[in-house]
């Protein structure tokens, strides 16, 4: 599976963003996906994931109500629309495909090359 994450850029605080992962390859539309975000000088964590069907929804607790992640197994891509940014959003934000946690990133093991996000306060 080849994954390319786009939509990433430079927005003040409160504003918003539309970031997309467009698959191709394998069966993306039988494969559980997740985003997932690097901060300088941090690592990776979870900022949501969602089962093949997207029957089921995981958010981290940071941007629950902020982010809401969708995905278009027609067009082989997935979405996440992130709202009422803040500073502590800014980071390097990549999708991933084909794993079975819902939190661990080292579980997933197709990725995307990542697409930056900065949050201007």
């Known amino acids: 599976v080849q994954l390319q994450a786009f939509g990433g850029g430079l927005v003040q605080a409160g504003g918003s963003l539309r970031l997309s992962c467009a698959a191709s390859g394998r069966t993306y539309s039988r494969l559980n996906m997740g985003w997932f975000r690097q901060a300088p000088g941090k690592e990776r964590e979870f900022v949501a994931t969602?089962?093949?069907?997207?029957?089921?929804?995981y958010y981290a607790d940071s941007v629950k109500g902020r982010f809401t992640t969708s995905r278009d197994n027609v067009k082989n891509t997935a979405y996440l629309q992130m709202n009422n940014l803040k500073p502590e959003d800014t980071a390097v934000y990549y999708c991933a495909v084909g794993g079975d946690s819902r939190y661990d990133f080292s579980r997933y093991p197709y990725w995307g090359q990542g697409t930056l996000v900065t949050v201007s306060s």
């Open positions: 969602m089962t093949w069907s997207g029957d089921s929804i």
